[in-house]
């Protein structure tokens, strides 16, 4: 089993920048592909970015704006996000899967944290 933990979520005003980070325990052993998604009130929890091996992967709307990094000392990925606006307002989940393929479809990971919320203010 792996345990997910999301932190450094927090409401920030436009244009502003949130560093998520994303840390695993347990069998991190497991882990063969790891995504950050979000889900906004009333909406579908959708794939946002997502990395495999150390190939990372964004949507259209985050590409240029994220970055994602990852600490394998800590087991911990981080999700950097500039240039927020209020459309990225959600809360963020972090996902992972065994398999090593990263898809965009969230009940493809098994495990996931509880969340962290991110609000940016207009």
């Known amino acids: 089993q792996v345990d997910i933990s999301e932190s450094g979520g927090g409401t920030v005003q436009a244009g502003g920048s949130v560093r998520l980070s994303c840390a695993a325990s347990?069998?991190?052993?497991?882990?063969?592909?790891l995504a950050w998604f979000r889900q906004a009130p009333g909406k579908e929890r959708e794939f946002v970015a997502g990395?495999?091996?150390?190939?990372?992967r964004f949507t259209d709307a985050a590409r240029g704006r994220f970055t994602i990094s990852r600490d394998t000392t800590k087991n911990t990925v981080y999700l950097q996000m500039n240039s927020l606006n209020p459309e990225d307002t959600a809360t963020y989940y972090c996902?992972?899967?065994?398999?090593?393929?990263?898809?965009?479809?969230?009940?493809?990971?098994?495990?996931w944290g509880q969340g962290t919320q991110v609000t940016v203010s207009s």
């Open positions: 996902g992972v899967r065994r398999l090593r393929h990263l898809t965009r479809s969230a009940p493809d990971y098994s495990s």
């Open positions: 990395i495999l091996w150390n190939e990372p």
């Open positions: 347990g069998r991190t052993f497991n882990i063969g592909a």
